[in-house]
């Protein structure tokens, strides 16, 4: 009976969906979220969870038949925390080749290491598809000749074969000391379909905040001093943003961001509170220790 049901609720969602068959889609896995039109990718192996060890989003319906039907591939994605490396960020192309399926990577950051991407800079990848740079790796393919492959290499070993997937994958937490890697991508282009457009719409779900939206909110409501020392793990706190907009993008919702921002700004108050009612009793330089701790703590 219940194989009946489903069966019968499976007919009438593809009787729904049936209009819109050809209609591009791009489906996050992993650890990714989309929020504001942006895509988060995580990839974090600091905490239990293995669901965000890695990330990633599936593209379909974007008419792409084989490797050389491909005429645009490209996206902008902005590091927040904290490079490119270890091939992630990343295009996984999967091809049928006689072998079976096999992955071609399109590796996104400046040749040819693939590392020293600028944090909290969207950076345009241009189309990837003609590029004379040596961005592909076919090394699943065929073996020998230079690991790193310019597009018209790649062109003349994989061309014909049948793509049978095409996605975009953060899957390197393991190549930075605190265990986890974010990228933020947007603008995603395959042929003639673009996803992740990057609306500024307001959010659906009850007012709340994206991830860069909150850490503007709480860099207002804390003050910019305040805000490097609760989030920057560097010298002078210069990475508190994309600290920030990392430890956001973990958050599930909009809502449980917009939540956060009010906690932590009425923690660091209190913070701020005992730092100025234990003034004056000669430490001064453990104050400021104690509430550095203090705001640590509230983040
Ligand atoms: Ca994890
Ligand atoms: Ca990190």
């Known amino acids: 009976m219940r194989r009946l049901i489903i069966v019968a609720v499976v007919a009438a969602i593809a009787a729904v969906a049936a209009p819109a068959a050809f209609a591009a889609t791009a489906t996050p896995f992993g650890g990714a979220t989309v929020s504001g039109g942006i895509l988060t990718l995580v990839s974090d192996t600091s905490d239990t969870g293995a669901t965000n060890d890695a990330s990633g989003a599936a593209f379909a319906g974007t008419g792409v038949t084989t490797f050389s039907s491909i005429s645009t591939l490209q996206t902008e994605f902005d590091v927040t925390d904290d490079d490119c490396r270890a091939g992630s960020p990343r295009f996984q192309i999967r091809v049928q080749t006689p072998a079976g399926e096999k992955n071609v990577f399109v590796y996104l950051g400046p040749t040819p290491s693939f590392t020293g991407c600028s944090q909290n800079v969207w950076i345009a990848s241009g189309n990837l598809i003609g590029s004379t740079e040596p961005r592909f790796e076919t090394a699943q393919v065929v073996s020998g000749g230079p690991l790193y492959k310019t597009y018209a290499e790649a062109l ?15 899957d390197s937490s393991f190549a930075f ?21 990057g609306t500024t719409a307001p959010p659906t779900n009850g007012g709340g905040l994206n991830p860069a939206q909150a850490c503007k909110k709480l860099r207002s409501e804390l003050g910019a001093a305040a805000f490097r ?5 560097n010298a002078n706190g210069a990475n508190a943003f994309g600290k920030c907009v990392s430890a956001m993008a973990r958050m599930k919702t909009d809502l449980a961001r917009s939540t956060a921002v009010e906690r932590i700004d009425t923690a660091a108050e209190r913070c701020a509170k005992a730092k100025t009612t234990t003034k004056g009793k000669g430490k001064a330089k453990g104050h400021a220790t104690q509430y550095a701790v203090c705001l640590k703590r509230t983040v």
């Open 156 to 170: 003349a070993l994989v061309g014909s074969y049948q793509v049978t997937g095409i996605s975009l994958v953060v």
């Open 177 to 197: 000391t605190d265990k986890e890697q974010t990228v933020r991508i947007r603008n995603v282009k395959i042929n003639a379909s673009t996803f992740y457009t």
């Open 229 to 233: 020392v609760a989030y920057g793990t």
